[in-house]
């Protein structure tokens, strides 16, 4: 039976589902691993995690779909990318094969979890993984515990697809150098500030430049970009420093092969911003979600697609990503694994 809740006026935000998994790292192996019902952990006060932030994790999505069943988006990826994470941060890998059964065996658990076909919402799932044993010198923890939570959400954004404004931030995305392109929880940490300055000042995300010479656009603190210029095309930025986005890499295959568009992946300069037609944010949490205006100080770049709705090239890719998602529209091969 799915649960009672209001699936449509859900926003972005954790409510604890019945089951998780676990599974602990300790002389040099993995053990089995389980499903869990504690959403509480308990730790030593010096765990690495809690010392030197040694913690990474994944975001994806389980979708119902029209049909009836319950299935998410290229796990495989999340777990190729998670495995990256860890070995930048001197973590164990997690093997790729068992992050996908984890989540699978998560989301199976917890499928009255899982919110309706077209209510709007979806089962975002959290793997995560963290240093657990007492660590006081600077140095990896030897023991680790890799999770698996899910939590029903709606959109990240309030007011759902309508643009939203953000900012071009005075703070860089000040992750280490060449860390830029992993989900480790140091990453957000220095985000933070930038972030509830920019909620503080009236908007709805940050526009992070590139630290060195301020003048490339990078990312938000939880989405890549997408642009669409006045003839249609779409230009992301390619950066080593902003995440590899899974919806990113998925738009620009589903923008060439699906919509026939031209696709250009290159450095994009702030410059260039206020000649492209389209702007959007695109993410797990985001999916696409369209920009209307973004401020540098006394400099308004108002968006021509405007702030009523999502530009008309933006709604097309939207509409058929989702599609792909909720199996509505022929996915190409490989890219939805069915769990239930
Ligand atoms: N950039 C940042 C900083 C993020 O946190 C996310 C979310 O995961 C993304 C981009 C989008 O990545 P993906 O499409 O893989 O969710
Ligand atoms: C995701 O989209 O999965 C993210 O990690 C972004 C985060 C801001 C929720």
């Not at 450095?267 to 797990?284: H, I, R, S």
Request: aromatic share 10%; charged share 25%.
């Amino acid at each position: 039976m799915k649960k009672d809740l209001d699936w449509s006026s859900l926003g972005f935000g954790y409510i604890a589902t019945d089951y998780r998994y676990s599974s602990k790292f300790k002389d040099g192996a993995w053990d089995e691993g389980q499903l869990i019902t504690d959403s509480m952990i308990t730790l030593s006060e010096c765990a690495g995690v809690f010392q030197y932030a040694q913690t990474i994790f994944e975001g994806l999505k389980a979708y119902s779909t029209k049909d009836g069943h319950i299935v998410c988006f290229r796990p495989d990826l999340n777990a190729a990318r998670m495995a990256d994470s860890a070995k930048r941060l001197e973590m164990p890998v997690f093997p790729e094969d068992r992050f996908i059964d984890a989540v699978c065996q998560v989301v199976k658990a917890n499928q009255d979890w899982v919110p309706p076909y077209g209510s709007g919402a979806t089962l975002y799932i959290r793997p995560y993984m963290m240093g657990t044993n007492p660590v006081i010198g600077v140095k990896p923890a030897n023991e680790y515990e890799f999770r698996v939570f899910a939590t029903p959400v709606g959109p990240y954004f309030k007011g759902g697809a309508k643009p939203i404004v953000i900012k071009v931030s005075d703070f860089d995305r000040a992750a280490p150098h060449g860390t830029g392109h992993i989900k480790a929880g140091l990453n957000y940490a220095m985000s933070l500030h930038a972030i509830v300055t920019a909620h503080e000042e009236g908007f709805a995300e940050n526009m992070y430049l590139d630290p060195e010479s301020r003048t490339k656009v990078e990312e938000t603190g939880g989405a890549n970009f997408i642009f669409i210029t006045k003839d249609g095309t779409l230009v992301t930025p390619k950066s080593d420093s902003i995440l590899p986005s899974i919806t990113r890499r998925s738009i620009m295959y589903v923008a060439e092969h699906y919509l026939g568009m031209k696709v250009e992946h290159r450095p994009v300069y702030f410059d260039e911003v206020k000649d492209f037609a389209e702007c959007g944010l695109c993410g797990t949490a985001a999916v696409i979600s369209p920009v209307g205006r973004i401020v540098n100080h006394d400099t308004v770049i108002d968006i021509p697609a405007g702030m009523e709705e999502m530009g008309p090239v933006t709604k097309k890719l939207y509409d058929t990503l989702t599609g792909i998602q909720m199996g509505s529209i022929e996915a190409p091969e490989g890219w939805i694994k069915k769990i239930c």
